[in-house]
């Protein structure tokens, strides 16, 4: 996901329009709500490294729940 420099907004990918040659570009980033568009010139991937997260104890949490002091406290704050 990409966001425009301008505006912060997220950017779309769009097909290129008019006149186009083996140079040019097929696709663009463009921005919908201010005038920025930038030429996408080469293949873009990005390779991310995702780690497994630990598995919460279901026992523990219900414990945690059941104790008077958050019984309490949610009470004082309805």
């Not at 425009?4 to 709500?33: F, H, M, Q």
């Not at 991937?45 to 598995?55: A, I, P």
């Amino acid at each position: 996901m990409f966001f425009c420099p301008y505006c912060g907004n997220t950017l779309l990918i769009e097909k290129a329009t008019g006149r186009s040659t083996s140079t040019d570009s097929v696709y663009r980033w463009v921005c919908k709500t201010c005038p920025y568009v930038c030429n996408i010139k080469s293949e873009m991937h990005f390779d991310m490294k995702l780690e497994k997260k630990e598995v919460d104890d279901k026992d523990n949490l219900a414990n945690d729940y059941d104790d008077e002091e958050h019984a309490t406290l949610g009470a004082r704050n309805i």
